[in-house]
């Protein structure tokens, strides 16, 4: 059995391929950056790109921008760096609205391509936005729609000749329990659903292959893995076999096949475009543009990789050293079914949380009792995870965590 130690790590680290990565991001000095990934650092470049957008195509080319700046076809460029990550082709894959938005759109469509059918079938504890907005999509269509959840274990036996469309992360937001999505959409049409797929825990991270698994639609958020900051617009991939025929609920102007000739009548995009709802925000869409810059080169294979190795560390040095403070894993130990963050319990886990941002160890808090952690190879390495077990046993042995200051919740956890 290997003796994890401060040492093997750096041996570790010194022999990583993907170790140079970490300098196409800005993290602050003195920081551990484990956020479950509700937003990526800074990628290098991005300041100046944005500023770029403001002082220059905004301040001096003002409405000619829209032209001269290629903004107008902003979504499909973004989208174009994104369609590799997910085993996309660039014309399936837009850049529109946010995750919550465009989760309606997909399922609303699936409905649509499945009108005989009535439910809409998800599991008990997805994502909250997933399920909010598959509710209140079965109670804006009404007539016999419902929306009904099973453990994820059981998803494919309770596909009926009723269900419209299954709605999955991939990832789960918590466990990192990972979906084969090849595997669950291959049994969801056999009994003739479709299925979106929500990747927003897995873009970047995991290796994924849409086309190969022969996906009908999915959505994905643009400010976790793929580090497009706070509050990036969101993307949705349509499956080629689909856009001719797939009509989506927000019919607005930019999903019109003409746009600029203002016409009364709705007339979609006859492609991916017919996806999309109103004027793109350019901003937040020039910043993801340049953030995902990251990836480029990147082997998504070697990523998978990487990742694998850091969480199996995370998780041998968490059961060795945190046992003891009633702190238990999560997550499922077997690699091939988890994603790339890891999530430990405690029933003190906000104020733990707190403690350790404050050490310089940055997680994150999900309600009620879960720390949890992302892993991200690109710029984290394996002293980081030593480094970052250390500190959090140093808490636990000290108690500090108990401090009132710590236990104070704030808005946002």
Excluded at 175 to 182: E, G, P, R, V
Excluded at 248 to 261: I, K, N, R, T
Excluded at 359 to 372: E, K, M, T
Aim: hydrophobic residues 45%; proline residues 5%.
């Amino acid at each position: 059995m290997t003796e994890f130690s401060q040492d093997w790590c750096a041996a570790q680290d010194a022999k990583d391929p993907l170790r140079v990565y970490r300098n196409r991001f800005d993290i602050p000095k003195g920081v551990i950056y484990m956020d479950g990934n509700s937003l990526g650092p800074l990628p290098v470049g991005v300041s100046e790109h944005v500023a770029k957008v403001v002082d220059q195509e905004w301040r001096d080319g003002l409405v000619k921008s829209w032209n001269e700046a290629d903004w107008v076809n902003l979504p499909e460029r973004t989208a174009a760096k994104i369609a590799p990550l997910i085993g996309a082709e660039a014309h399936e894959v837009t850049l529109a609205d946010s995750t919550s938005v465009n989760l309606f759109k997909a399922a609303a469509a699936a409905c649509k391509l499945n009108p005989k059918r009535r439910q809409i079938l998800s599991e008990p504890g997805n994502f909250p936005t997933d399920l909010y907005m598959m509710e209140g999509l079965a109670n804006f269509l009404g007539d016999g729609y419902k929306l009904d959840t099973v453990p994820r274990t059981d998803i494919t036996s309770a596909i009926t000749e009723d269900t419209a469309v299954v709605l999955l992360t991939q990832v789960h937001y918590i466990t990192a329990d990972m979906l084969n999505i090849a595997a669950i959409t291959k049994a969801a049409h056999a009994k003739g659903a479709l299925v979106v797929w929500d990747l927003s825990h897995s873009t970047g991270a995991v290796p994924i292959d849409l086309n190969a698994a022969d996906a009908d639609l999915a959505v994905g958020c643009g400010y976790k893995y793929l580090n497009g900051g706070p509050g990036a617009p969101a993307f949705i991939y349509v499956a080629a076999r689909h856009l001719p025929k797939i009509q989506q609920p927000l019919s607005g102007w930019f999903g019109h096949q003409a746009p600029f000739d203002f016409i009364d009548a709705y007339k979609p995009d006859p492609g991916i475009k017919r996806m999309l709802t109103g004027t793109t925000g350019i901003l937040g869409a020039s910043a993801l543009f340049k953030a995902l810059d990251a990836f480029d080169g990147i082997d998504m294979a070697s990523v998978r990789s990487k990742s694998v190795a850091l969480t199996d560390l995370f998780i041998s040095l968490a059961e060795a050293k945190l046992s003891k403070f009633d702190i238990e894993l999560a997550t499922p130990k077997n690699s091939a079914q988890r994603g790339s963050h890891v999530s430990l319990t405690h029933k003190n886990a906000y104020a733990i949380m707190q403690a350790l941002i404050e050490r310089g160890v940055i997680g994150d808090f999900r309600a009620p009792n879960y720390l949890r952690f992302g892993i991200t190879p690109l710029y984290l390495g394996y002293c980081d995870i030593f480094q970052a077990i250390e500190i959090l046993q140093e808490i636990m042995e000290s108690g500090i965590w108990r401090e009132a200051r710590f236990n104070e919740k704030s808005a946002v956890t």
